[in-house]
């Protein structure tokens, strides 16, 4: 068996989600999937929404070489469901696998709207996913339009400040309805998250988007821990994604008590920091 092409992608936080305000933002931390591309078939089961086989099927349309005969390798440790953006990892991973196989040279812009035709093919969002797949892709943070092609999709965007670590709370599997008018409903809050993106400001902006993303999906058990967290010395805290894990953002001397604290109340504490230069790029 020989791998024909690899590729890697991270997972991320929100920041800002997109059903809030009609504009997303995520930032990336250090959990990768990693997909090889094998020159014969293998059993897959870290694909429950059917991503690898849209983005088998999209790199074709499009004009790309597919071997004839090929098998998926995924080699993960971003949580599946948990609000953790590993769907768009995944199909960012598996399109990098392909585009080194093929010798296409696709550029990230590419990689990207391939790689949220695949999701939004798969059903596996209620977004658009483009701001995950950029945070999958590239380093920092951007704030994006999602209803633009990647090359318009970028409004503006910063970096993080290096040393903070990140601790995820995982609460075990996400049962919480999304409900679009739910999250109109909270509009201001999500305004108050953007308002500080503005200003360069994304852990005011976790804290903000996390409490209108659990008002929206009435996680009152995540608002109090994320208001504990904050009480506790956290600089900011807040649901992920849809939820139901929580991301708790602090400095490396606070991380032990905080894990602790966050422990009490989650099934298992990653603790993790965020990707502040482009080693996706490096390792690819």
Known sequence: MTILGSGQANGAISILHALGTGKGCSVPVKLQTLVNLHDSPM???????????????????????????????????????????????????????????????????????????????????????????????????????PTNPSRESILFEGDVEPGLSVLIGLRGPRDAKIDRESFSSYSQIFERAFASLIKGSILDSISSNGMAVASSTDDFEALRICNLMIASGALSAGLSGSGPSIAVVCYESEQDFLDSQLGQFCEHVIRTEFVTTDKIKEEA
Not at 51 to 67: A, H, K, N, Q
Request: net charge negative; hydrophobic share 40%; proline share 4%.
């Open 43 to 145: 059993e897959n089961n870290e694909d429950e929404h059917g991503i690898l086989t849209e983005v088998s099927s999209i790199w074709y349309r499009s004009g790309f070489p597919l071997p004839p005969v090929f098998g998926w390798e995924v080699i993960s440790d971003v949580p599946i469901g948990q609000g953790l953006k590993s769907s768009s990892a995944l199909a960012c991973a598996a399109i990098r696998a392909l585009d080194e196989a093929s010798w296409t040279g696709l550029s990230d812009f590419e990689i990207v709207d391939l790689a949220v035709e695949a999701q939004r093919a798969s059903g596996c969002t209620i977004s658009g996913s483009m701001d995950d797949t950029w945070a999958a892709m590239t380093h920092g943070w951007k704030v994006i339009d």
